[in-house]
């Protein structure tokens, strides 16, 4: 009868020896740890540098719009009176804009937009698809942020029924990031002002209703015709607002629909709703 020997690596006898695999198992864990390490140490640097690439990118975007403001957007601490034909009086801010610069920068500026008490305060853009501003700003450079721009079928003297203006929803809070804000009805009822400056005449709208929407829903008709026409679309606002309405406007108010996208879904949008309020030279 063979004796049995009790090892680390088991009970054997001298005819069968055992083959030990406790060495090589914990030279294979090393192994394992150790790609491991590195393949997690090189996900962290990647996600560090695209941090860092996007940072750059976000204060590289604001330093173009910065200028932009500083050179062509000019804005007084005192206020117009305008008293329109049924003697209601509107005020309108003392804002001069450098068109003829602008033009010479990129003749496709068509206008200024600025809505007071966010950072949204940018050239306006109008060119033949909605595709050439989506990585472009103003003055042609290549950038992640892009243009407000608006779509390529309105009409540059804004006589739509419903102008759309487009705008990425960044991230740092730039371009369209704030239009969020409007989201918070209380602040929409405080916070409803918004100005399209051209070259010939200042535009006064009142912010009216904001939602979440999609990007082919009825938000985004331009002309009204008999089949859906301007109380059919109101009546789709106040639905898809939820409650998120202000004083809706009297019937043929032209309106401007800004659209941005939500970071949720790729076909879901964020829209705020404005109506004419007065004009002036």
Sequence with gaps: MQPWIISRCGVFSERHPPVCFIGGFFDMNKKIRAILITVLSCMILYSFIRIVLTETEYKRAEKIYEKSRQESFHLSDTEQELVSADEETEFFPEVSVD???LKKINPEIIGWLWIPGTNINFPLLLTENNLKYLNLSYDLQQTNSGSIFMDYHSSSDFDDDNTIIYGHNMHSGGMFGELKKFADSEYLSQNNELYIFTENRVYKYCVFAAYVTE??????????TEVFGYNDLLEYIVSAAGGNVNDLPEDGAALVTLSTCTSMRRDERFVVHAYLEATKP
């Design 99 to 101: 068109f003829n610069e």
């Design 215 to 224: 990007n082919d829903s009825k938000s985004y008709t331009r002309n009204f």
